[in-house]
């Protein structure tokens, strides 16, 4: 019924950048917050940032100054700016949206299948 379909992940060498895109489809009645997490191979999945409907964001401490997260309410749409990217950066990286649906206005709460990022020189 709802799908979050995320692009934009890829290779990108130290200091580099790259914009992650993150759009949902389906049976949506509102889209409210939406966010980034990440997950390294061996380690749990964390939040990198997070922003409501009305603009209002979070950063995970160690993405400040170097990520911004934005939104496109008509499209439904998350991006994730990263700058001055590091190895450590290195993860899959999930959307993730709390929804509500056209039927019955139920909120829930959905992933995105997962985007590679990979910084390396």
């Known amino acids: 019924q709802v799908q979050l379909v995320e692009s934009g992940g890829g290779l990108v060498q130290p200091g580099g950048s790259l914009r992650l895109s993150c759009a949902a489809s389906?049976?949506?009645?509102?889209?409210?917050?939406m966010g980034w997490y990440r997950q390294a191979p061996g380690k749990q999945r964390e939040l990198v940032a997070h922003i409501t409907s009305g603009g209002s964001t979070n950063y995970a401490d160690s993405v400040k100054g170097r990520f911004t997260i934005s939104r496109d309410n008509a499209k439904n749409t998350v991006y994730l700016q990263m700058n001055s990217l590091k190895p450590e950066d290195t993860a899959v990286y999930y959307c993730n949206a709390d929804i509500v649906l056209l039927v019955y206005r139920v909120r829930n709460n959905y992933w995105g299948q997962g985007t590679q990022v990979t910084v390396s020189s």
């Open positions: 389906g049976s949506i009645f509102r889209v409210d917050t």
